[in-house]
């Protein structure tokens, strides 16, 4: 009698979803598996296509998204040595962000998602910087955000996958927004953000003394432009020739400190108001573009010592735009089998607390 054959083994195939990110200046992608493993990840940056306008030219990222999009998914799907039909889900940013580049990705999502027999996710971007925190760091929910990037700037408690609820937001600029707009009047270039950090490091902090928007001030909300007013009056009447090097460093390192001291203060105030209502919330974590700056994350790191709070700051390249984030916010919503339909539109506002007060001036960042 014939021995009996072992059944062939078919290898367990992760639940993996793929991540689409195209809604500002970075196309990412990524295959990120149900325990937040990493299998690929691919990221294409725009910014010299954006340099020469100081800031980011919305028809120019379109079209960049759709010229490196494909390559990029069909080179991650090589390297983690999959196809189509071995994903669980396809996510992608369907807002809020830039609306060319956010149907470039949505698009190329439906389609595979389509092909493939799979469910759709379309995904907020800021719910996916929120939840980021939970794939580097398991944290629980609740916990307080702060999140902090070009676009936003706000303060909410995240309670759950989609439960989010707004404490503070920017009454005018953003804070990566500032530091982008301070670069671009200092002839640092762009992005802003990390030229000033850089810069920052070299300088005296105290040597201007730049106004503090809303320091004291009841509530969370923030404020910038007043700030970046400030400083280019200052830059004004020191006038082209006295901006040196050591002077530049100088500009930068007191526009920082002040820009930090305001948001700690905010932030000070959104942790108090936390511990009133929501008193299980034992964590803050920072995410956005700006979380990479380190001397705003040892600041920060102070007020939540102070205040007996776990301080959570991602790794750099995941705190910025990235295609990690949007696959890792997919797997948190399959889980809970919050798919999307075909027809999910691509929505350039998208609040995450639709209940938060308007306030004004604020609502494209709110
Ligand atoms: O999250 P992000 O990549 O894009 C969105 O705005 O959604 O954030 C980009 C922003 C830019 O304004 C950039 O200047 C700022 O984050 N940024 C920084 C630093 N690195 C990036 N701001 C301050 N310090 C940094 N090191
Ligand atoms: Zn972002």
Not at 77 to 87: N, P, V
Not at 250 to 272: P, V, Y
Request: proline fraction near 7%.
């Amino acid at each position: 009698m014939a021995a009996l054959s072992t059944p062939e083994r078919t290898p367990v195939k992760p639940r993996v979803v793929l991540g689409i990110e195209t809604s500002c200046d970075d196309t990412g992608v990524a295959l990120v598996d149900a325990d937040g493993r990493v299998l690929a990840q691919a990221l294409h940056g725009q910014t010299a296509r954006h340099q020469p306008f100081g800031g980011v030219v919305p028809e120019i990222a379109a079209r960049a998204h759709v010229e490196v999009l494909d390559r990029l998914i069909a080179g991650v799907m090589a390297e983690a040595g999959l196809s189509f039909k071995d994903l669980a889900g396809v996510a992608a940013t369907a807002g809020p962000g830039l609306i060319g580049g956010l149907l470039v990705g949505l698009i190329t999502a439906k389609a595979i998602a389509s092909v493939a027999g799979r469910p759709l996710l379309a995904i907020n971007h800021l719910e996916a910087h929120a939840l980021t925190a939970r794939l580097t760091d398991r944290v629980a929910f609740p916990y307080l955000l702060l999140l902090v990037s070009g676009g936003h700037c706000q303060l909410l408690v995240v309670e759950g996958v989609g439960r989010y609820r707004r404490l503070g937001t920017t009454l005018d600029d953003a804070l990566g927004e500032a530091f982008d707009k301070v670069a671009k009047l200092l002839g640092l270039g762009y992005p802003g953000g990390p030229a000033i950090e850089r810069l920052a490091g070299e300088g005296d902090p105290k040597r201007f003394a730049l106004p503090r928007p809303l320091l004291g001030e009841p509530g969370c909300h923030f404020s910038f432009s007043g700030l970046k007013t400030a400083l280019r009056q200052l830059v004004e009447r020191l006038g082209p020739a006295a901006l040196t090097q050591p002077t530049l460093a100088d500009l930068c390192a007191s526009f920082q400190a002040a820009a930090f001291a305001s948001l700690c203060d905010r932030t000070g105030r959104a942790i108090l108001r936390t511990r009133a209502a929501w008193p299980d919330v034992s964590t803050l974590v920072v995410a956005g573009g700006v979380a990479a700056n380190r001397r705003l994350a040892a600041e920060l790191g102070r007020l939540t010592a102070d205040h007996g709070l776990a301080l959570v700051v991602p790794p750099p390249a995941l705190c910025t735009d990235n295609g990690v984030m949007i696959a890792w916010a997919g797997q948190e919503r399959l889980r809970l089998g919050l798919t999307d339909p075909q027809d999910a539109p691509a929505r350039a506002r998208w609040p995450l607390d639709p209940a938060a007060e308007p306030v004004l001036g604020a609502g494209v960042k709110a």
